[in-house]
Nanobody, 116 residues
């Protein structure tokens, strides 16, 4: 079993920055891809950014140039640096980790609110 703990959400003014973190823990696991998703009220959960085991990255068009995803394999942690935040970035942000053989695990979600 793998547990994910997220942190770093909060309230910020438009133009500000936040950094999200998600750490995986458990017994004997190997991580493939790690990613961040978000879900605004009344909307579906959408991909924000993903980073593979070989450090390839992919971003939603709406966040390209503003958000950066990174990972620290020694700490089993994925980060999302969010700059130039906009009110439309307001959502609950979830991390997802793809564990070899076991499958996908989701974090509990962290609220990001951007005020105008």
């Amino acid at each position: 079993q793998v547990q994910l703990v997220e942190s770093g959400g909060g309230l910020v003014q438009a133009g500000g920055s936040l950094r999200l973190s998600c750490t995986a823990s458990g017994n004997k696991f190997s991580i493939n891809a790690m990613g961040w998703y978000r879900q605004a009220p009344g909307k579906e959960r959408d991909l924000v950014a993903i980073i593979g085991s070989g450090d390839y990255t992919n971003y939603a068009d709406s966040v390209k140039g503003r958000f950066t995803i990174s990972r620290d394999n020694a700490k089993n942690t994925v980060y999302l640096q969010m700059n130039s935040l906009k009110p439309e970035d307001t959502a609950v942000y979830y991390c997802k980790v793809d564990i070899y053989i076991s499958g996908d695990y989701w974090g509990q979600g962290t609220q990001v609110t951007v005020s105008s």
